[in-house]
């Protein structure tokens, strides 16, 4: 079966542009989350979507970055007027259920801003 | 604030020997934990769990150890083997909570020949 799906694996952009990150979850996994690794750093926490609920968008770093998820399936990152300290590799993980049970993670998409 | 902490950013063992990886966290509602390992451009992979009413849980050569009293868990990997090397990420939940995952900054094990 298929895993987690990102793409595109990898982007550079030009610092001021917008981009989208797009995730495609296992099939029927209700929790879905996006996390960021800096270089050197851990994984900074998001977003998190479950089910129908409100997402939990208390991980943002500001107002230029914004997630939607359709349908309950495929989850989009934007990036806003990205600048350097975007560049990140960018981590979607989804989940059949919120608790007690592993997230599985895609490979990511490495972002850099130049 | 940095409620899940993994203090030692590198670990180097050599093989056939135990390693041991160490995670401190401060949220007191965190009652499930897991272990994941990341190795280079990859996502990390799930590795084991362990729910807050345990102290340990035990997969073949991976043992992970919870102190609820400490807030302290460990993942223990004996014998430790050349394909070990890898980030190893704690992370923790709520599960009738926030729920959402959060993560440790990561320890590099190397294992020596």
């Known amino acids: 079966g298929a895993g987690v799906s990102q793409s595109p694996s990898n982007k550079v952009t030009e610092k001021g542009k917008d981009v989208e990150l797009r995730c495609d979850p296992i099939?029927?996994?209700?929790?879905l989350y996006w996390y960021r690794q800096s270089l050197g750093q851990g994984l900074e926490f998001l977003i998190y979507?479950?089910?129908?609920?409100?997402?939990?968008k208390s991980g943002l770093p500001s107002d230029r970055f914004s997630a939607e998820r359709t349908g309950g399936s495929v989850s989009t990152l934007t990036i806003q007027r990205t600048q350097q300290e975007d560049s990140a590799v960018y981590l979607c993980?989804?989940?059949?259920?919120?608790?007690?049970?592993?997230?599985?993670f895609g490979q990511g998409t490495r972002l850099t801003v130049v | 604030d940095q409620q899940v902490k993994q203090n030692s950013p590198s670990l180097s063992v050599q093989e056939g020997r135990i390693s041991i990886l160490n995670c401190d966290y401060t949220?007191?509602?965190?009652?499930?934990f897991l272990w994941y390992k990341k190795y280079p451009a990859e996502g990390p992979t799930f590795l084991i769990s362990?729910?807050?009413?345990?102290d340990k849980n035990e997969d073949g050569r991976f043992t992970v150890f919870l102190n609820k009293s400490a807030k302290h868990l460990s993942l223990h990997i004996v014998p430790s083997q050349p394909g070990d090397s890898a980030v190893y990420f704690c992370a923790a939940n709520e599960v009738q909570g926030a729920q959402k995952l959060v993560f440790g900054q990561g320890t590099r094990l190397t294992i020596n020949p």
């Open positions: 979507f479950q089910g129908n609920s409100a997402p939990d």
């Open positions: 949220n007191s509602m965190f009652d499930y």
């Open positions: 099939s029927g996994h209700t929790a």
């Open positions: 993980a989804s989940s059949p259920q919120p608790a007690r049970a592993e997230a599985f």
């Open positions: 362990i729910s807050s009413i345990k």
